[in-house]
């Protein structure tokens, strides 16, 4: 039936214009050929604004966001170095600095011209140098007086600012922690080296053919009694280090404050071939060896607890005066 009715209608329309030629002008012919749409509109009507073609060859709805176009490498290259110069700054200042040494003092732990990294993290949250630790500190009170100062140019300058390299003019120095606060430690004739009492085993890092102590008047010979917040240091290579024994005469006596203290080495980085840590020796860990700094420790801390006995009372009295008037 569909096909028969369909047949139909096509018959009537030929018969409707037959004998008649089909004017190319005509609006009906032209209504449908050039409308173009399904919806039976007339060509004349205006479509809507969703439905309007887009200037840029996209359809309506389409939305997807035209591809960002990325920046040239000579754009961003700027951006990169500033912050890569940020990281090193705050790396330099919190975490690792890389140092030179610039003597023999501490051989054969460490060779002239070696590269370190000293760690200046652990400071932050209250750790304090330990014995048998390299350290590198600020020049106490003018222990450097005499010594050379390598020169140094515009670029190095800034590079050690940063920390990428290892600063020419800061005076700082590097030795070995003996002796912290509450210890005595004492060297007599050519040793051994003592510290409250017990001999240090130094043969590991003190430089060979060397004695632990000097036989001397100038701070070869001594017995001492370290205060809290200070260090006793020495350099490996007794015979040829000027460390705490042969400044006793300056304003700290020889002792290095905590606080003028950057940081523990703890890698030797340069030269490849030199790679190596920086461990406490064994000796340092001997029993007996931090019996007279635990007794030191315990006067520190009892006046604190009498302190803390003292104020419960006082705490407990103040809140039964106050208690009544908060309640009125």
């Known amino acids: 039936m569909g096909d028969v009715a369909v047949g139909a209608r096509s018959g009537h329309d030929g018969e409707e214009h037959r004998g008649r030629p089909v004017d190319a002008a005509d609006p009906v012919a032209d209504g449908a050929v050039n409308s173009g749409s399904d919806t039976g509109r007339p060509a004349d009507e205006v479509p809507g604004?969703?439905?309007q073609t887009r200037s840029d060859g996209r359809g309506p709805g389409d939305d997807a966001p035209r591809?960002?176009?990325?920046?040239?490498?000579?754009?961003?290259?700027p951006i990169l170095i500033g912050i890569a110069l940020v990281l090193a700054l705050l790396i330099k200042t919190f975490l690792v600095q890389a140092f030179s040494i610039p003597s023999d003092s501490m051989q054969n732990t460490l060779q002239q011209g070696d590269r370190v990294?000293?760690?200046k993290l652990t400071p932050w949250f209250g750790s304090e140098p330990e014995r048998g630790e390299v350290v590198v500190f600020h020049d106490p009170d003018n222990w450097l007086a005499g010594e050379p100062t390598a020169n140094s140019n515009a670029l190095q300058k800034?590079?050690?600012?940063?920390?990428?390299?290892?600063?020419?003019?800061?005076?700082?120095?590097?030795?070995?922690?003996?002796?912290?606060?509450?210890d005595t430690v004492s060297c007599k004739n050519t040793g051994p080296l003592k510290v409250n009492g017990k001999a240090l085993n130094?043969?590991?890092?003190?430089?060979?053919?060397?004695?632990?102590c000097s036989v001397d008047d100038q701070g070869g010979q001594f017995t001492v009694k370290i205060p809290k917040g200070y260090l006793w240091v020495m350099g490996d290579h007794r015979q040829n280090s000027r460390d705490s024994r042969y400044n006793q005469d300056d304003a700290h006596h020889g002792m290095v404050p905590v606080k003028d203290v950057v940081g523990r080495a703890i890698v030797i980085a340069w030269?490849?071939?030199?790679?190596?840590?920086?461990?406490?020796p064994d000796t340092f860990d001997q029993p007996g060896l931090n019996d007279q700094k635990a007794s030191a420790a315990a006067l520190t801390v009892a006046p604190n607890a009498v302190a803390l006995v003292g104020a419960v009372p006082v705490a407990l009295w103040r809140r039964r005066r106050i208690a009544p008037?908060?309640?009125r």
């Open 117 to 119: 990294l000293v760690d």
């Open 67 to 77: 591809q960002r176009q990325q920046r040239s490498f000579w754009k961003e290259l």
């Open 158 to 182: 800034v590079l050690s600012w940063i920390g990428l390299m290892p600063s020419a003019e800061e005076k700082d120095l590097i030795k070995r922690v003996i002796g912290v606060g509450g």
């Open 49 to 51: 604004p969703d439905e």
């Open 325 to 327: 008037v908060e309640t």
């Open 271 to 280: 030269p490849i071939n030199r790679w190596s840590t920086l461990p406490v």
């Open 202 to 212: 130094d043969a590991s890092f003190v430089y060979p053919g060397n004695t632990p």
